[in-house]
């Protein structure tokens, strides 16, 4: 379904080159793959709370996650994830404002 969305696209691209497109809708399909990139940031968020929880229950896998920067690293990604996922949220809210 998505490949059959993107050569419509291409093909209105190609017989109206010179014209500027502007749209002020977003296609379901585009919208749903969109909301599952969300669903699947989410999801990694959730596993790196479920990962933290656990190295945090035991002291030598707290240790260990210390030692290697394992909490830094997941810092970094989480921090990473959210602004990915506001980028995100910020473009579907974009359509529904117009």
Same mark, same amino acid.
């Given at each position: ?39 699947? !940031?989410?999801?990694? +968020?959730?596993?790196?709370? %479920? #990962?933290?929880?656990?190295? /945090?229950? &035991? ?17 970094? !990604?989480?921090?990473? +994830?959210?602004?990915?996922? %506001? #980028?995100?949220?910020?473009? /579907?809210? &974009?359509?529904?404002?117009?």
């Amino acid at each position: 379904m998505f490949c059959v969305f993107t050569s419509n696209a291409q093909q209105s691209g190609k017989s109206t080159p010179t014209e500027p497109t502007t749209t002020t809708t977003l296609a379901p399909e585009k919208a749903e793959e969109i909301q599952n990139k969300i669903a699947r !940031i989410d999801a990694h +968020l959730q596993a790196i709370e %479920t #990962k933290k929880a656990f190295v /945090l229950s &035991s002291e030598a896998e707290t240790q260990r996650a210390n030692d290697s920067g394992w909490f830094d690293s997941m810092e970094e !990604i989480k921090e990473q +994830l959210m602004t990915q996922k %506001t #980028k995100l949220i910020n473009y /579907l809210n &974009s359509f529904d404002d117009e």
